[in-house]
């Protein structure tokens, strides 16, 4: 069965730091990958994304991710993270032609200290 | 743009009993999800749909689980009766169609006691 996996559960950071989330999956096919993050008392919002092209992705606030197909790997990167970036981020894998369902990693609660 | 509408917010119920939870996708979605969300876990495809019609509903546990979708809009997700393992957070999410991102609404927080 397909499966995301993030290796940190938490990450607890100081300000001004630099942040690398790891996320692998387990599918040998083509797959779309996303990273979404959960601010406290908030909805899941989207991150960033990759269906194909070059494989460094920039998204909002200044991430950015990589996808190492041979790694089967979607790691999340900041250079320098704020207080602000304190909240849940999730890695999500869509199969292509299995429709729009994505399987979840298990989520890692980023704390990020003033 | 609205986003994705869900309610209630919150549920707390006791085993056996039934709750029903409800979501307006955005507006000209035709896919709309329910996901389930256990506490320290990522969220959990239960159901899948595409303007009224059922594509995925391999996760959803059809002895206490119904969903539908009517007119391909509003949905509505229901537990009958409800387990104690049950209790979690319902995602609703809906896309302009199922190739392009979801967008989620703020969830269903319920607690079975």
């Known amino acids: 069965a397909q499966s995301v996996s993030q290796h940190n559960h938490h990450v607890i950071l100081s300000e001004a730091a630099s942040l690398e989330l790891g996320c692998n999956y387990s599918?040998?096919?083509?797959?779309?990958l996303f990273w979404y993050v959960q601010y406290p008392g908030q909805h899941l919002q989207l991150l960033l994304k990759?269906?194909?092209?070059?494989?460094l992705v920039k998204g909002i606030k200044g991430f950015e991710a990589e996808f190492i197909k041979s790694k089967f790997s979607f790691n999340l990167r900041k250079p320098s993270v704020q207080w602000s970036d304190t909240a849940e981020y999730f890695c999500?894998?869509?199969?292509?032609?299995?429709?729009?369902?994505?399987?979840f990693g298990q989520g890692t609660e980023l704390s990020v200290k003033p | 743009e609205a986003g994705v509408a869900q309610s209630p917010r919150y549920k707390i119920i006791e085993k056996r009993q039934s709750v029903a939870f409800w979501c307006n996708p955005i507006?000209?979605?035709?896919?709309l999800y329910w996901y389930q969300q256990i506490l320290g876990q990522g969220p959990k495809l239960l159901i899948q749909f595409q303007n009224n019609g059922v594509v995925d509903d391999s996760q959803l546990p059809k002895d206490r689980f119904s969903a539908e979708r009517l007119k391909g809009v509003d949905s509505t997700l229901k537990i009958q009766p409800a387990k104690l393992e049950d209790s979690a957070v319902y995602l609703c999410a809906s896309s302009l169609d199922n190739t392009v991102e979801a967008f989620f609404g703020q969830g269903t927080r319920l607690t079975v006691v």
């Open positions: 599918y040998g096919g083509t797959v779309n």
């Open positions: 507006s000209g979605h035709a896919t």
């Open positions: 999500a894998v869509n199969v292509e032609n299995q429709g729009g369902k994505l399987i």
């Open positions: 990759y269906f194909s092209g070059d494989p």
